[in-house]
């Protein structure tokens, strides 16, 4: 009897010490993730200028949204838009950058540090940076000037047909090295004899890198694709030092349409329906990824 107690004891002990290691990372995550989004649902439920009381007006926000608000499906269609090329070009520039590094390319170690370094940096430095590159006398335009390409040269950030595109670039410049990491890791992962059998069966280097290393990158496409799509809906530092929401509203985003509800016309109750609506679309995303690419089940299965 006293040894089935002693035990008892030693296991609530342990729960007790689990509990309190976890504790900490808990408490943060309801003081600073949970919290705020349960306060920001129902917060879109209120009209509030950030100094009185909050007024309940229900749905009210949300009917403004969409039907009334000129810039919501502006602001949707130009966040899905800039979320897919951006991860398109990302994923394409960060495997390039991979397979060149992970084949030792002569001073493969310096162009390793290149391409990481815009990710170290900061976005509000390399977004004024590349607003002087796209300007008129930018180096753009320098550059096709010394090109004798004078009839190609625009005011990039200034008209409507090239000003998301300025953005779209700029994103694949700061995030291919990021996604150069995680293929790199995957690379590693991959046994060598794969490489050297192929090798001896005269698959050349191209065929290598589309038959073995891109099929078991699998998993790590999967895992970037969603990072991805997450990363490019909440974009806002780029889109608003570089264009601010122009020219004419053309490059408006979610975040963008968020910040200055809050913080320039300080409807935070309006800022937070279109939060929770960035949120719910980022989730819905997740889900549908998750089941029809079947992420998951393959995950369980390995």
Not at 5 to 29: G, H, M, W
Not at 138 to 154: I, T, Y
Request: charged share 15%.
């Amino acid at each position: 009897m006293a040894i089935s107690e002693l035990k008892k004891r030693q296991k609530i002990r342990k729960r007790i010490t689990a509990i309190l290691f976890v504790l900490p990372a808990l408490l943060f995550l309801v003081m600073f993730v949970a919290y705020p989004v349960f306060q920001s649902i129902a917060l879109s439920l209120f009209k509030w200028d950030g100094a009185g009381s909050w007024e309940f007006n229900g749905l009210e926000n949300y009917r403004k949204m969409f039907t009334t608000d000129r810039y919501f499906w502006t602001a949707l269609k130009n966040t899905i838009l800039f979320t897919v090329l951006m991860t398109c070009g990302e994923m394409f520039l960060g495997f390039i950058y991979s397979v060149l590094v992970d084949l030792g390319v002569r001073g493969w170690k310096i162009f390793r540090f290149i391409f990481f370094l815009p990710v170290t940096l900061s976005q509000v430095a390399i977004s004024l940076l590349f607003v002087k590159i796209f300007q008129e006398d930018g180096l753009v335009n320098a550059m096709l000037g010394f090109l004798n390409l004078e009839g190609l040269q625009h005011i990039w950030l200034g008209e409507i047909k090239y000003a998301m595109w300025c953005l779209i670039i700029t994103s694949w410049w700061i995030y291919g090295g990021w996604h150069m990491v995680f293929f790199l890791a995957g690379m590693q992962s991959i046994n060598p004899e794969i490489y050297e059998q192929a090798k001896i069966d005269g698959a050349s280097t191209l065929r290598r890198v589309f038959v073995i290393t891109v099929p078991l990158l699998k998993n790590v496409w999967f895992v970037l694709i969603a990072l991805s799509f997450i990363l490019g809906f909440k974009m806002f530092t780029l889109v608003y030092i570089m264009t601010t929401e122009g020219p004419s509203f053309a490059t408006v985003v979610l975040g963008t349409r968020i910040y200055r509800y809050a913080f320039w016309v300080h409807k935070y109750g309006y800022a937070s329906t279109w939060a929770v609506v960035m949120v719910v679309a980022s989730l819905i995303f997740a889900i549908l990824y998750v089941k029809f690419t079947g992420y998951r089940e393959e995950a369980l299965a390995e």
